[in-house]
């Protein structure tokens, strides 16, 4: 098995990407042949509204930006395993599996526009803008 750091987490649904502000995180690949991973977020208490609001889909899809914030974000389908409230805020674990290797951001993009019914100009148009305006994750 291997660690790395959470750099980002984002919540997509529908096309849109929806932010989860990080105390800190921690995402292990188990190395497996279904490639399986568990995802550790920390956040602030006053963020974990945010993730509930998602809590009552079985499956999510899921971005994560790995080990620096300069890096494409995987895309992962994820599932909440629990909640655990810690001195400094509250531990969410996730139960994930990877859906497609990271550097492939433009190709996810453009197939979400796709599905939106975008095409010719406007599809041209929206894809070099959803490139420009990717999720910048602060450093």
Known sequence: MKTFKVAAFFFEKKGEMTPVPLQDGLIINREDEQRSWLIELFLQEEDVQLVRTFEQDEQLTARVAISHPGNDP??????????????????????????????????????????????????????????????????
Request: glycine fraction near 4%.
């Open 74 to 139: 995987a895309m992962f389908t994820v599932s909440i395993r629990s909640f655990e409230l810690l001195e400094d805020g509250t531990s969410i674990l996730f139960d994930a599996q990877l859906r497609q290797m990271r550097n492939e951001y433009a190709k996810q993009v453009l197939h979400s526009l796709v599905e939106k019914g975008l095409s010719g100009e406007k599809l041209l148009e929206a894809f070099t803008e959803a490139l420009h305006s990717r999720p910048k994750v602060e450093q």
